[in-house]
């Protein structure tokens, strides 16, 4: 779930995500909530104590569009995410463009060493999928797999993959053959 700079500024995000978590009965460890270095621009020490309460109640918090800002790494050491969530415009030129492929692969290897998932945003080809699985990407997300559907969708959009584990850390899925 992404959360943005105004949300907080209000002031009251961990009561927010405190009662939703206890209206839909879901466990906090199950929610994982996406924030954009521009929460962290202003009322740095806030924002970090605000994250540092919601991950206490075990929610799980992404670096979305890493390496698009002006600090990220400042932050990764300031704040520990979960996840660091690699900006699609690298992985359009996956393959492509050597500083590209550096890039991803040291954020990768950053992520790896400080306990942190990875996950590559903007995965369109099954070429892209497996060089990112082959430098150690945990996760990746994108049209390849499919367009943003609605929750009920998910079923019907799973029964069209199949799920090999290469690994007890490794998933990889392939669309069935038609």
């Keep these: ?18 009662k939703a978590l206890t209206d839909m009965g879901i466990n906090p460890n199950r929610l994982e909530l996406e924030i954009t270095e521009g929460v962290l621009l202003s009322h740095t020490d806030e924002t970090i104590e605000t994250l540092e ?12 569009d890493f390496g698009t800002g002006y600090s990220s790494l400042s932050y990764l050491r300031r704040f520990p995410f979960d996840k660091i969530k690699i900006d699609k415009s690298f992985i359009t030129d996956l393959g492509k ?6 890039i991803i692969n040291a954020v990768i290897g950053l992520g790896a060493s400080m306990g ?3 996950n590559a945003e903007g995965v369109e080809t099954a070429e892209q999928a497996e060089k ?29 993959w199949v799920f090999e584990n290469l690994s007890k850390d490794s998933v990889v899925p392939k669309r069935k053959a038609i």
């Design 53 to 64: 309460k919601l991950q206490d109640l075990g929610v799980r918090i992404a670096m979305d």
């Design 97 to 102: 463009c050597s500083d590209a492929d550096s």
């Design 116 to 118: 942190m998932t990875s």
């Design 132 to 160: 990112l699985r082959k430098q150690g990407c945990n996760e990746v997300q994108g049209f390849y797999f499919s367009k943003p559907i609605p929750s009920e969708c998910i079923g019907e959009i799973m029964a069209d």
């Design 1 to 18: 779930m992404n959360v943005s700079p105004v949300q907080f500024r209000q002031g009251n995000l961990i009561e927010t995500v405190k």
